[in-house]
């Protein structure tokens, strides 16, 4: 089961209008979506992304006519919406990272404590999976991946690990690498409770499935289809996510030009010349009671944006 993280935090955000036209840019298991739905009318809307097929065939359960599901990344959402003759909305919610059913299946390899096959792609049906990349990444490139997007101060002493043991014998499943990265980094090294293995496999699944690039190209589509007083929605679980969106809304409340060195590939975020966005509040975390029931909820970090109203 999916416990969908600040779920009233975030439909509470939204301020749903209820003729409103609305977007779930990650759907899951639908329980941001089901909530929604709740506060529109007969004639409200909400249009479903996500790029996982088993969450595709979740979402298709939904009998609501007000409902309908696309799969797909949400980096063409833009253009996508404009196919279904939809160019404005009055909200939209990314609610990032991987889910529960997506940890919790063994088969598909996220999580260090599976001992299914190494596959670590979201959208199953498309792209290379992280057994074949690891079969053939350099060295080099394998600690600048863990490095860059794990943050992990040992990358390059668990790349070399990785490479010396894929010459024995071939990396197919998640818990051999999770053994790997284990072996290299002992309890004593690390002063945190998680797992030793924790960083590199958030590294290789952002890598592989190019979620900060798809977040920083879905970040300006959402403002250019927001109505007047549409709220932009985005829930966070990683340092490097939450980094790029509030950057992001920063640059868009004050029209100032973003910030030298953000490494967005060819600067997806482009520049505002003009104040598109108002910042609602701080950022919101996940109260205590929250995190007991749901360990999964303690690094999210959620923040909200409303669009300016039009100039000219």
Same mark, same amino acid.
């Given at each position: ?55 595709? #065939? /979740?979402?298709?359960?939904? &009998?609501d006519? !007000?409902?309908? =599901?696309? @799969?797909?990344?949400f980096?063409?959402? +833009? ?20 889910s ?39 060295e080099?490139?394998?600690?600048w ?32 690498l999770?053994?790997? #990265? /284990?072996?290299?980094?002992? &309890?004593?090294? !690390?002063?945190? =409770?998680? @797992? ?5 496999? +958030? ?89 007991t ?20």
């Amino acid at each position: 089961m999916h416990i969908p993280v600040l779920l009233h935090q975030a439909v509470d955000a939204l301020a749903i209008k209820p003729e409103g036209t609305y977007v779930d840019a990650t759907f899951g298991r639908g329980g941001h979506s089901s909530l929604i739905l709740s506060r529109l009318s007969e004639h409200g809307r909400l249009i479903a992304f996500d790029r996982d097929p088993d969450a595709v #065939v /979740a979402g298709e359960a939904i &009998t609501d006519k !007000r409902f309908s =599901i696309l @799969h797909g990344d949400f980096s063409g959402m +833009q253009s996508v919406l404009q196919n279904l003759g939809v160019t404005e909305i009055d909200g939209v919610l990314l609610d990032l990272g991987v889910s529960s059913p997506q940890l919790d299946d063994s088969a598909r390899g996220f999580s260090f404590r599976s001992t299914g096959p190494l596959d670590m792609r979201m959208d199953t049906s498309n792209g290379q999976t992280a057994a074949d990349w690891l079969a053939t990444v350099t060295e080099d490139r394998l600690a600048w991946v863990i490095k860059t997007y794990g943050e992990e101060r040992f990358a390059k002493r668990i790349a070399r690990a990785i490479v010396m043991e894929r010459t024995k014998r071939s990396i197919v499943t998640a818990a051999q690498l999770a053994g790997i #990265v /284990a072996a290299v980094i002992n &309890t004593r090294q !690390r002063e945190i =409770i998680k @797992h030793p293995a924790t960083r590199t496999f +958030q590294a290789i699944r952002i890598y592989l499935n190019r979620e900060l690039e798809e977040l920083s190209q879905v970040l300006p589509q959402c403002v250019a289809l927001l109505n007047s007083g549409g709220r932009l929605v985005v829930i966070s679980f990683h340092s490097l996510e939450d980094r790029m969106v509030k950057q992001f809304m920063r640059a868009a409340a004050t029209a100032d030009d973003l910030p030298r060195g953000v490494p967005l590939r060819e600067r997806e975020l482009q520049r505002f010349s003009r104040q598109t966005l108002h910042i609602i509040g701080k950022a919101v975390h996940p109260g205590e009671l929250e995190i007991t029931g749901n360990a999964r909820a303690r690094s999210a970090v959620m923040r909200v944006a409303e669009r300016m109203a039009f100039n000219g």
